[in-house]
């Protein structure tokens, strides 16, 4: 979720932006852009002489905060963006069907990292399931076989230690611990990264392994509104106008049709309030300019996205 800071750094450069170049009467302008309001002594020093070879007038602009924040009722309970991890583990079967007394062989590799998972699925007996993603026809097979066929499965996912060796440990203790699979398949280490698997049952095996890693999604629970104000001083009236002109152009736009992007993401709101002169009582031969501005802005959580390794399939018979 954006923060209040993050909500002025987008306007601070956006502010940043806007000024660049400007000059008055041929002369150009030194403006600071910062964040919180400014000190007497960065105040004062706008109202000084031209400073520099060539003379520069000094400006100064500062992004601060009203100090209030609320709820807004106008927000989407919907998914803003999803990042998807590729797994960093690689896993090859050498062969998907197994015949009584076959062997075939898992060899895991790759660069393994927090998050990757395993799944096997031993299917025994029955007609071999085909990818679900071919049409109905492979579907309908699917689905037959689950509904006929003994299955089970086991998944894979190391604790400290995230080595292809990790995996072919823990799938020889998983396999071992299965409540089916372990009257199915006898696995044996071969190497650090390879496991032997016999099919020492009286069935067809049909194997199947999946890899994938954890990801996440942002999601937008709510939105805020806090108001931010815009001052700039200025060492003559031109300069202020030199300075304001371009602020309430980049307001305007931004009200329409520039929202600021902000690091999470998302998109800030910026909406124009009011704006005004401000020249009693202010440090001598400084010009004051304000803006009064709302900016709204998404109050998000990240959710983690698990990874899917074992398909599940319900059917229900006549």
Same mark, same amino acid.
Do not use: C
């Given at each position: 979720?954006?923060?209040?800071?993050?909500?002025? =750094?987008?306007?601070?450069?956006?502010?940043?932006?806007?000024?660049?170049?400007?000059?008055?009467?041929?002369?150009?302008?030194?403006?600071?852009?910062?964040?919180?309001?400014p000190?007497?002594?960065?105040v004062?020093?706008?109202?000084?002489?031209?400073?520099?070879?060539?003379?520069?007038?000094?400006?100064?602009?500062s992004?601060?905060?009203?100090?209030?924040a609320?709820?807004?009722t106008?927000?989407?309970?919907?998914?803003?963006?999803?990042?998807?991890?590729?797994?960093?583990?690689?896993?090859?079967?050498?062969?998907?069907?197994?015949? $009584?007394?076959?062997?075939?062989?898992?060899?895991f590799?790759?660069?393994?990292?927090?998050?990757?998972g395993?799944?096997?699925?031993v299917?025994?007996?029955?007609?071999q =399931?085909?990818?679900?993603?071919?049409?109905?026809?492979?579907?309908?097979?699917g689905?037959?076989q689950? =509904?006929?066929?003994?299955?089970?499965?086991?998944?894979?996912?190391?604790?400290?230690?995230?080595?292809?060796?990790?995996?072919?440990?823990?799938?020889?203790? =998983?396999?071992g611990?299965?409540?089916? !699979?372990?009257?199915?398949?006898?696995?044996?280490?071969?190497?650090?990264d390879?496991?032997?698997?016999?099919?020492?049952?009286?069935y067809?095996?049909y194997?199947?392994?999946n890899?994938?890693?954890?990801?996440s999604?942002?999601?937008?629970?709510?939105?805020?509104?806090?108001?931010?104000g815009?001052?700039?001083?200025?060492?003559?009236?031109?300069?202020?106008?030199? !300075?304001?002109? $371009?602020?309430?152009?980049?307001?305007?736009? !931004?009200?329409?049709?520039?929202?600021?992007v902000?690091?999470?993401?998302?998109?800030?709101?910026?909406t124009?309030?009011?704006?005004?002169y401000?020249?009693?009582?202010?440090?001598?031969?400084?010009?004051?300019?304000?803006?009064?501005?709302?900016?709204?802005?998404?109050?998000?959580?990240?959710d983690?996205?698990?990874?899917i390794l074992? $398909?599940?399939?319900?059917?229900?018979?006549?």
């Amino acid at each position: 979720m954006a923060t209040a800071h993050q909500i002025h =750094a987008v306007i601070q450069a956006a502010v940043s932006t806007a000024l660049a170049g400007v000059t008055v009467g041929g002369v150009a302008l030194n403006i600071e852009v910062g964040i919180g309001w400014p000190s007497a002594k960065a105040v004062q020093n706008v109202g000084r002489a031209p400073t520099g070879t060539p003379p520069k007038l000094n400006g100064l602009v500062s992004i601060y905060d009203h100090g209030k924040a609320h709820d807004a009722t106008r927000w989407l309970n919907n998914v803003i963006s999803r990042t998807l991890v590729p797994p960093g583990v690689t896993s090859v079967l050498a062969a998907t069907v197994l015949a $009584p007394g076959a062997v075939t062989t898992a060899t895991f590799g790759g660069s393994p990292k927090a998050g990757d998972g395993v799944g096997l699925i031993v299917s025994a007996g029955g007609a071999q =399931a085909s990818p679900l993603s071919g049409g109905i026809a492979q579907l309908q097979l699917g689905l037959a076989q689950a =509904a006929t066929a003994p299955t089970d499965a086991v998944v894979v996912i190391p604790g400290n230690v995230i080595t292809p060796a990790a995996y072919a440990s823990d799938l020889i203790t =998983a396999i071992g611990a299965a409540p089916r !699979m372990k009257d199915w398949l006898l696995p044996t280490s071969t190497s650090a990264d390879v496991v032997s698997l016999l099919n020492y049952s009286p069935y067809t095996l049909y194997l199947q392994m999946n890899v994938n890693s954890l990801g996440s999604q942002l999601q937008e629970v709510g939105r805020r509104k806090r108001g931010v104000g815009i001052v700039l001083f200025a060492p003559t009236e031109a300069a202020r106008e030199a !300075m304001g002109g $371009p602020i309430d152009s980049m307001l305007a736009a !931004m009200e329409t049709q520039d929202w600021p992007v902000l690091p999470d993401g998302t998109y800030a709101r910026i909406t124009y309030v009011d704006d005004g002169y401000q020249e009693g009582g202010v440090v001598g031969d400084v010009y004051r300019y304000d803006f009064s501005l709302d900016a709204e802005y998404s109050t998000t959580v990240s959710d983690i996205l698990y990874p899917i390794l074992v $398909p599940s399939v319900t059917v229900q018979l006549a």
